[in-house]
C-alpha cells in the first residue's frame, strides 16, 4: 500500500483534524474511567480493610477489659479471708497444738549441711567431650573426624 493510498483512504472516511482530535479524545475518556474504576476499587477496597481492623481493634480492647475484669474476678476469690471461709465450709479449722503431730526420724539431722552425693564407679556415665573454645582445638577436632571418616570408609 502506498502513501497515496493510504491518504485517499483517510480522506474519503472523512478524517479531519476535528474527527482525529475526537478519535484521540474518546479513548483518553475511556483509559480514565478504567484507571478511575481502578482507584475507586482499591479505595473500597481500603475502606473495608480498614473498618475489619477497626472491629478486630475495638474487639481485642473488649476482650482485654474482660480479662481484667476476669483477673480481679479471680483475685477477689482468692483472697486469704475468702479462702478460710470456704475451708469451714467444706469442714475445715484452724489447726491448734494438739493437732500437730510431730514424728521423728532416727538419723535425720535437719541441720546438716548439704552435701553432694558423687556417683557410684558403676554408674555407665559417658565422659564429657573436652570442649576446647580456641579455633586450634576446633580444627584439630575437625581433622580428627575426618580422618575417623575415612578410616571407617575403607574398612
Known sequence: ?????????????????????????????????VFAGLYLSQVASFATT??????????????????????GEIAALETMPRLLSHAEGLGFRPATATDIE????????????RTVVPPDANDNFQQAAVYDETFSGWL????????????????
Do not use: C, K
Open 1 to 33: 500500500m502506498t502513501q497515496d493510498s493510504f491518504q485517499h483512504t483517510l480522506e474519503r472516511f472523512g478524517w479531519n483534524t476535528r474527527n482525529q482530535a475526537l478519535a484521540l479524545i474518546v479513548p483518553g475518556l475511556l483509559i480514565a474511567l
Open 50 to 71: 480498614n473498618r475489619q481492623i477497626e472491629e478486630l481493634i475495638a474487639e481485642r480492647d473488649r476482650l482485654e477489659r474482660q480479662n481484667e475484669q476476669l483477673r
Open 102 to 113: 510431730y514424728y521423728v526420724i532416727d538419723g535425720y539431722n535437719p541441720n546438716r549441711s
Open 140 to 155: 584439630q577436632q575437625q581433622w580428627d573426624s575426618l580422618q575417623q571418616q575415612f578410616a571407617n570408609f575403607g574398612g
